[in-house]
Every structure is written in structure tokens, then in C-alpha cells.
């Protein structure tokens, strides 16, 4: 019964797929509920005087955009390749 329950459960644990909690897809999923839950809210507010029409959603990838920052010549090189970039560009 031992050896079934581990060989099940390497299987389980092999198989499963990440939850990818990181890259465009889960930061722009975080700044979705953050963006739920300061609604009407000083917090939105402030926000909003912040990032002007860019929503939390659009702008939690702003920092992986701006690791293709070239440092010498402060240009994007990644223009076109990311498309989430697009708002930054």
C-alpha cells in the first residue's frame, strides 16, 4: 500500500502543470486584484493621479518592460517583441 501511495503520488506531482504565479500573465492577474480591491477607495484615487489611464492590471508588468532597457542609450530593445510592453513603448 506504501509503494502505491508514493508511486501515486510522484505521478501527481510530475504531471501537475506550474500555476505560473509569475511572468505577464500572473502580474497582470495581481494588479487586476489589487485594482478590485482598492475600487472607491483614496487608495484608487491616488493611483489613478499616478498612472493616468494605465490601470493597475496594465501596469504591474512595468518593471519586467524595463528590464529591456538599454542603460547607455536609455532606448527599449525589445520594441514590438512583447506585446504587454506595448503600453510603455
Avoid at 506550474?18 to 511572468?23: H, T
Avoid at 494588479?31 to 493621479?49: D, K, M, W
Avoid at 496594465?58 to 514590438?80: F, H, I, N, P, S
Wanted: aromatic share 6%; proline share 3%.
Amino acid at each position: 500500500m506504501r509503494l502505491l501511495t508514493s508511486v501515486v503520488t510522484c505521478v501527481v506531482v510530475l504531471l501537475c502543470t506550474p500555476c505560473k504565479a509569475y511572468g505577464p500573465d500572473g502580474h497582470h492577474t495581481i494588479g487586476a486584484i489589487a485594482g478590485h480591491l482598492i475600487a472607491g477607495t483614496n487608495a484608487e484615487q491616488q493611483v489613478h493621479a499616478l498612472l493616468g489611464p494605465l490601470t493597475l492590471e496594465q501596469a504591474a508588468v512595468w518593471a519586467d518592460c524595463a528590464k529591456g532597457v538599454d542603460e547607455k542609450t536609455l532606448k527599449y530593445r525589445g520594441a514590438g517583441k512583447y506585446h504587454e510592453c506595448a503600453v510603455f513603448e
